[in-house]
């Protein structure tokens, strides 16, 4: 199972980006989609998650202007950021809990590698 995170960008304070990712591998299911950030010398932060029932939790930092959705037949999460400020610049991670058609009922979590989001003031 891979992730591939895309999307990143420079945006003014104030606008918005969006961000997707894409699930691809041998995947035989999914159930958490979620999103980390990561600033500079500061440790790897939750934004939110998405559950396989579509029920969405975000943390404070980002509640009311992040929105994160899923499209389970094409296995892919998205985050779209509005209203975005500078504190808001890091690099974004994607990961999934998720299930590889060849190791059974084994859920893991996945990571992808990154985009970056920077916010200018």
């Known amino acids: 199972v891979q992730l591939q995170a895309s999307g990143g960008g420079l945006v003014q304070a104030g606008g918005s980006l969006r961000l997707s990712c894409a699930v691809t591998?041998?995947?035989?299911?999914?159930?958490?989609m979620g999103w980390y950030r990561q600033a500079p010398g500061k440790q790897r932060e939750y934004v939110g998650r998405?559950?396989?029932?579509?029920?969405?939790f975000y943390a404070d930092s980002v509640k009311g202007r992040f929105t994160i959705s899923r499209h389970n037949a094409e296995n892919t999460v998205s985050l779209q950021m509005n209203s975005l400020k500078p504190e808001d610049t890091a690099v974004y991670y994607c990961?999934?809990?998720?299930?590889?058609?060849?190791?059974?009922?084994?859920?893991?979590?996945?990571w992808g590698q990154g985009t970056q989001v920077t916010v200018s003031s």
């Open positions: 998405i559950t396989e029932f579509g029920d969405t």
């Open positions: 990961n999934s809990y998720a299930r590889e058609s060849s190791l059974g009922a084994t859920y893991l979590w996945y």
């Open positions: 591998g041998s995947i035989g299911s999914i159930q958490d």
